[in-house]
C-alpha cells in the first residue's frame, strides 16, 4: 500500500518559494499534499492556488485587504481565515504533518515559533526567524524534538554535506555567495545604482527584499548568523566565498582537510523538494548539471571593505543575544527605505551598523523583549530616511 501522503502548510504560498514549492507539490504524484497556504497581499493568486490545490485551509494575513476582497470564487471545501494570528491556529491542526516557512522577513517568526511549539517539522526558508531569535528557536525546536530542515540553498547544502562526517570533524563551514548585481562596481558607481538594478539579481529570481539583500551581501551576513544557530557552529568557523555561477551552494571542510560541496544549477526546487521529501530523495523537476557541457566554476574571497555587511553578521553570529534582531530590523526597514526610494542604496548597511551600536545589549532575551527591539530598531532607521 502506498504512504499516506505528507501534508504540508505553505505558508507564503504566493511568493517566490511558495509557488516554487506548489510546483514541487503539484509534481508530486500524490505523495505530498497542500493542506494550507497563506498571502498577505495577492489575493487573487491565493483563490487561484487554492482552486487548484484543494487546501482545507487558506489564511489571508492582511485583515483589512482580506475584509475588502471578494471571495466568492474560493472552492467550497476550502476554509477561509483572515489575520496574522490565523496562521498559528492552522500550523497546531493535527492533520498537518510539516510547515514551509516562506512568509518573507521578521513577519514570519510567530508562524515557526507556533508550528515549532506544536511539535511539527519546519522545512525554513524564513531565515529571519533564525537572525532574529535563533538561540530561541533552536532550544524550541530541541525540547519539543521538532526537526528544522533548512530550505535556503546554502543551508541545504550544508545540511547534506555534513552527513559526510560528525559534528566534531567539522573544521570549517563555507557560505557561497554570488557576489549579487553589483560584484564589478566600485564604491562610486555603487552610489549611483537604482532599485531597478538592485532587483536584477544575475542568478536567481527572488522576491524584492532579499535579492535586494543579496545586492548589499547582507543576504550572506544573516546566512552567517543562521548557519551559526541552525548548524551550532561558531562565527570564526564560518566563512564566505564569492561564487558567481552559484553551482556550488555551500562547503564544508572537515578536519581532514576534505571538502565536501554540494552542486546542482540554481534552482530552488531542489532544497525545497530536499526539506519536503526529507529523508527521501526522489526524481524532481529541478534542472540538473548538464556534464556534456564545458563550464568553469570560480572562487573568491570577498574583500571586507567591499562589503562591510559581512563583518556585522560575523559580529552577531558572535555575540549573540540581542544582535541578530536589531540587525535584521535595521534591515529590514532599511531595504523598505531604498525600494521606497528613501534611503541611498549605500546607506543601506552604515544605517544597520548605526542602530546594532547603539543599542542596549542582552546577553539573554526574551522572546517578548525582542519583539519590542524589533519595533525600536525600525525606528531608529527612519532617522536616515530622507523625505
Ligand atoms: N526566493 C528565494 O529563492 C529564497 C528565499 N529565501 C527566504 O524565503 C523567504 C521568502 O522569500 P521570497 O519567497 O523570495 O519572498 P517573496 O517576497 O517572494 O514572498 C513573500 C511571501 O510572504 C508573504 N508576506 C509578505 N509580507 C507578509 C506579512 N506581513 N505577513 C504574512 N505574509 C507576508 C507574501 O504574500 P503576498 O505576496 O501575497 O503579499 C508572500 O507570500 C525569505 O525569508 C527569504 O529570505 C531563502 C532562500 C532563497
Ligand atoms: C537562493 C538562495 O539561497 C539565496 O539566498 C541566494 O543565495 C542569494 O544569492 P546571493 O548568494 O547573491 O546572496
Ligand atoms: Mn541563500
Known amino acids: 500500500m502506498a504512504d499516506a501522503p505528507r501534508k504540508i502548510a505553505v505558508l507564503g504560498s504566493t511568493g517566490s518559494i511558495g509557488t516554487n514549492a506548489?510546483?514541487?507539490?503539484?509534481?508530486?504524484?500524490?505523495?505530498?499534499?497542500?493542506?494550507?497556504?497563506?498571502?498577505?497581499?495577492?489575493?487573487?493568486?491565493?483563490?487561484?492556488?487554492?482552486?487548484?490545490?484543494?487546501?482545507?485551509w487558506v489564511v489571508a494575513t492582511d485583515s483589512k485587504a482580506a475584509e475588502k476582497f471578494d471571495w466568492s470564487k474560493l472552492p467550497k471545501g476550502t476554509e477561509l481565515?483572515?489575520?496574522?494570528?490565523?496562521?498559528?491556529?492552522?500550523?497546531?491542526?493535527?492533520?498537518?504533518?510539516?510547515?514551509?516557512?516562506?512568509i518573507v522577513g521578521r513577519a514570519g517568526l510567530e508562524s515557526t515559533w507556533a508550528a515549532l511549539e506544536n511539535k511539527k517539522t519546519v522545512a525554513l526558508a524564513n531565515k529571519e526567524s533564525l537572525v532574529m531569535a535563533g538561540s530561541l528557536v533552536m532550544q524550541l525546536?530541541?525540547?519539543?524534538?521538532?526537526?528544522?530542515?533548512?530550505?535556503?540553498?546554502?543551508?541545504?547544502?550544508?545540511?547534506?554535506?555534513?552527513?559526510?562526517?560528525?559534528p566534531t570533524e567539522v573544521e570549517r563551514i563555507v557560505l557561497t555567495a554570488s557576489g549579487g548585481p553589483f560584484r564589478q562596481l566600485n564604491q562610486n558607481q555603487l552610489k549611483q545604482v537604482t532599485v531597478a538594478?538592485?532587483?536584477?539579481?544575475?542568478?536567481w529570481d527572488m522576491g524584492p527584499k532579499i535579492t535586494v539583500d543579496s545586492a548589499t551581501m547582507m543576504n550572506k551576513a544573516l546566512e552567517i548568523i543562521e548557519a551559526r544557530w541552525l548548524f551550532d557552529v561558531p562565527s570564526e568557523r564560518i566563512d564566505v566565498s564569492i561564487h558567481p555561477q552559484s553551482v556550488v551552494h555551500s562547503l564544508v571542510e572537515f578536519v581532514?582537510?576534505?571538502?565536501?560541496?554540494?552542486?546542482?544549477?540554481?534552482?530552488?526546487?531542489?532544497?525545497?523538494?530536499?526539506?519536503?521529501?526529507?529523508?527521501?530523495?526522489?526524481?524532481?523537476?529541478?534542472e540538473?548539471?548538464?556534464?556534456?557541457?564545458?563550464?568553469?566554476l570560480e572562487f573568491s574571497p570577498p574583500d571586507p571593505e567591499r562589503y562591510p555587511a559581512l563583518e556585522l553578521g560575523h559580529q552577531c553570529a558572535r555575540e549573540g543575544g540581542t544582535t541578530g534582531t536589531v540587525l535584521n530590523a535595521a534591515n529590514e526597514a532599511a531595504v523598505g527605505a531604498f525600494l521606497a526610494g528613501e534611503l541611498h542604496f549605500t546607506e543601506i548597511v552604515p544605517a544597520c551598523r548605526s542602530v546594532l551600536q547603539s543599542h542596549n545589549f542582552d546577553s539573554d532575551p526574551t522572546l517578548e523583549s525582542l519583539v519590542e527591539l524589533d519595533r525600536w530598531a525600525r525606528e531608529e532607521v527612519s532617522h536616515w530616511v530622507f523625505a
Not at 81 to 102: K, S
Request: glycine share 6%.
Open 22 to 56: 506548489l510546483r514541487v507539490i503539484a509534481a508530486s504524484g500524490g505523495a505530498l499534499e497542500v493542506a494550507a497556504i497563506s498571502a498577505h497581499s495577492q489575493l487573487d493568486l491565493l483563490v487561484a492556488q487554492a482552486t487548484e490545490f484543494a487546501p482545507r
Open 81 to 102: 481565515l483572515i489575520g496574522c494570528d490565523e496562521l498559528n491556529r492552522v500550523v497546531a491542526q493535527p492533520e498537518i504533518d510539516m510547515v514551509l516557512a516562506a
Open 141 to 166: 525546536a530541541r525540547k519539543q524534538g521538532a526537526q528544522i530542515l533548512p530550505v535556503d540553498s546554502e543551508h541545504s547544502a550544508i545540511f547534506q554535506a555534513l552527513q559526510a562526517g560528525q
Open 197 to 203: 538594478e538592485a532587483l536584477e539579481h544575475p542568478v
Open 256 to 286: 581532514d582537510g576534505s571538502v565536501i560541496a554540494q552542486m546542482s544549477p540554481p534552482d530552488m526546487r531542489l532544497p525545497i523538494q530536499h526539506a519536503l521529501y526529507y529523508p527521501q530523495r526522489v526524481a524532481g523537476v529541478a
Open 288 to 296: 540538473r548539471v548538464d556534464w556534456g557541457t564545458s563550464f568553469s
